[in-house]
Structures are given as C-alpha cells and as structure tokens.
C-alpha cells in the first residue's frame, strides 16, 4: 500500500486548504449571524454560503467526492481522503464544495442505481448544489441499526407505490431547498430477511408528506439543514421512483453507508487536527500559575496523545479507502467498520482535551469545539452504533479460524 499522495492531489491541497483560509473559516460567525437575522432559522439559507458555493464552483472544487469522472472529479476514495479532511475542519465546509452528507451518498445512489430520468431529475440539480435531498431510513418505533426491522411499507396499488411510515433523523429536511427524500421501506415482509425492503424516490411536497418536528443533537438545531421527523400518510409516487428494483433496498443500504462512513471519518480527522492546532496556540498563548499551560506536562501528554490518536486513525483511514479503491467496498467491510469505531471516538478525545486546555471559553459558542463535539458525538451512533461495527469485526475475525 502507497499512502503517497499524487501530485494532483497535493495541488488541490494546497488550494482547498487556501480557499478554506481565505473564505470558509473568516464566514463562519457570518454564516450564524445571517441565519439569526432571518425571521426563522429554517426560513432560507445564508446568503454568504450561496457566495461561497459560487466562489467554490469558480476555483474548479467542486463535487470531489463523486469517483466517476462524467459527474465528479474522478478521484479515489484514498486520494479524496485527505482533501474531504480539509473541508472537514469546519461544520459548514462540506456544503460550500457541494461533499456534504445525506447528499454525497443520495447522488451516489442515484449515480448507480437510478434510471436516466432520475439523473435529469434529481441528480443534475444536486451535482450543481441548486437542491438538497434527505435520506429516511431510520425509524423512531424500532433498532434501526439492523436495517430488516423496518417497518415502513411502500405498497404497489398499480402504477403507483403507496408509502405509509414515520421516519425520523432524516438530516436534511429542513433545508427550505430539500425537494426530495430517498426512502427505505419493505415491499414484501414475506421475502428473504435480506430481500423485503425497497428505496424509493419520495418528492417531499408529495399529498401525505408532513415534517412534524425538528430534531435538536445536544441543544443544535443545525438549521437550516437539521434533522426531520416525518411521517408518510397513504404518499403515491410513481412506480418508477423504486430504485434498483423491489427487494433492493438492503443491498443498496450497504452500497451508500460504505463510503458514506468513510467520509465522515476522513471529515473527523479534519475536525481533529483543527482542534488539536488551536489547542496548541491557546496553551501557548495562556499563563496559569506563573508559567504558560504548555510548560505543564499534562498539557504536553494531551498534545503527544493527541498526535499520536490522530494519525493512527488517518493511516486506518487510508487503507480502508485503498482497499475500497482495489478489491471494493465488500471485501473492504471490517476496515470500513474499524475506522467507523475508531474516527469518532479519536475525535472526542482531542476535541475533549482542547475543550478541557480552553477552560470555560471550550463550552461556550465563542469557538468551534463544542459544536463539534455534538456532532463527533453523534457520530458514533449515524450509519451505525460502534456495537454493531464491533460486531461486525468480531464476526469476520472469528470467520478465519473456523
């Protein structure tokens, strides 16, 4: 394995890491700002990040994260890894290259298993950042994390599926520029346990669509963007809207959550390094009994611990992505399902460390940390809990012994 990276990939570096200098970290007060200025948080979208995008598409960064050339930038998982870490170091980054999450995973989707008049519909106005599009597979009522207990229907009455259902986290929903929601629901209860769910294409100003609440993650609302409670009330879409064919679903679940858990992990490597640089500056730069914090060799273990969590989670990382990128996502499963337990926690622990070297200023909405915690926080449980993953290695592991 060659973790070298290519000359191209250096090139976007440096200008993403630039760009990000320049324009991402300078407009995120901005960002808040605007959206408190709305009548509501979830009426419209900050204007600065509509510039941003615009300036993003301008600089020639824009959908990175798509490997296929005729819509993406055709780079690998292994060399998008370390520029999704760039865009990772700040919670509104993503969106501003277009590589955020549900969408990168929706258009990968769509980009595999949706037909040509999907792609006119759905992916060309995402690929351009003109819509957002949420994805509904978790359920309030059952363990969502074993994907065969869902029990959403989407009916066939005809030329037409009925959906009925409630779903909840469905991050995206509350974009005022979300028009479309991929489903996951069972077609046949009697099939296969692998073979009775289905995804569809459900537009979300369908009659019976209703987004009841918005869910808060530690007190953030993450408007506009947020996450959706929804129910689905007797909802007819076309039955060309099925993705991929009845009894799908399940495969198709494990085709989007592969690189979908792989991108959060490269973006929390990014929230990391970001975290551990300001933790640097502020122990430096603060005296506490005569001395500055940095003198103290309990900071000094938290900066060396910090390092090291970091870069053994960044190799981890690039070789569940190389391995993504030779022998696919399947063979690739236990590192996927590695980093996916590893990426998150290593995240809390240096943002935790840096909150801890900030003092009362790490909780507060002054810096970054603490709504980045939230979100690290969280991603212990999103595209699966670290118990299931765990699981998972432990099964392919005792595998090679029996």
């Known amino acids: ?32 700002q605007q959206l408190n200025e709305q009548d509501s948080r979830w009426s419209a979208v900050p204007q600065v990040m509509e510039e941003l995008k615009e300036k993003a598409k301008a600089e020639g960064l824009w959908n990175l994260f798509l490997p296929e050339s005729e819509y993406g930038a055709g780079l690998t998982n292994q060399e998008y890894a370390p520029l999704c870490e760039i865009m990772g170091r700040s919670l509104i980054g993503p969106e501003i290259f277009n590589c955020n999450a549900p969408d990168t995973g929706n258009m990968e989707v769509i980009v595999r298993y949706g037909t040509q008049e999907h792609k006119e519909q759905w992916l060309k106005p995402l690929l351009a950042g003109q819509m957002r599009s949420c994805f509904s597979m978790t359920e309030p009522s059952v363990a969502s994390a074993d994907a065969t207990n869902i029990e959403a229907r989407i009916e066939r009455d005809g030329d037409e599926y009925v959906i009925n259902g409630r779903k909840w986290w469905s991050s995206g929903a509350g ?27 459900v537009p979300l100003d369908s009659p019976g669509v209703k987004i009841e609440r918005m869910l808060p993650v530690f007190g953030y609302d993450h408007a506009p963007h947020g996450h959706g409670d929804i129910t689905f009330e007797n909802v007819r879409v076309p039955v060309e809207n099925i993705l991929w064919g009845e009894g799908k679903g399940f495969a198709i679940a494990q085709g989007r959550l592969g690189p979908g858990r792989i991108h959060h992990c490269m973006r929390l490597i990014g929230t990391a390094e970001r975290a551990l640089e300001e933790l640097c500056k502020r122990v430096q730069s603060r005296i506490a009994f005569g001395k500055p914090l940095a003198s103290q060799g309990v900071i000094q273990e938290w900066i060396a611990d910090s390092r090291i969590d970091i870069e053994q989670a960044r190799l ?87």
């Open 1 to 32: 394995m060659d973790f070298s990276y290519s000359q191209r990939v250096k090139e976007l570096q440096t200008r993403l890491t630039t760009f990000m200098d320049d324009f991402v970290y300078p407009n995120e007060r901005v960002y808040e």
């Open 175 to 201: 974009d005022p520029r979300c028009k479309i929601a991929v489903v996951m629901g069972k077609t046949d209860p009697t099939a296969n346990r692998y073979e009775q769910q289905s995804m569809i294409l």
């Open 316 to 402: 981890l990382t690039l070789k569940a992505a190389y391995m993504m990128d030779t022998v696919g996502n399947k063979e690739a499963r236990a590192e996927i399902a590695m980093i996916k337990v590893v990426a998150p926690s290593m995240a809390l622990r240096v943002l935790d460390r840096a909150i801890q070297a900030f003092g009362a200023a790490g909780v507060s909405d002054d810096f970054t940390l603490a709504a980045q915690w939230a979100n690290a926080r969280t991603l212990r449980m999103a595209d699966g809990p670290d118990e299931v993953h765990r699981a998972q290695v432990a099964k392919l592991e005792l595998r090679k012994y029996q």
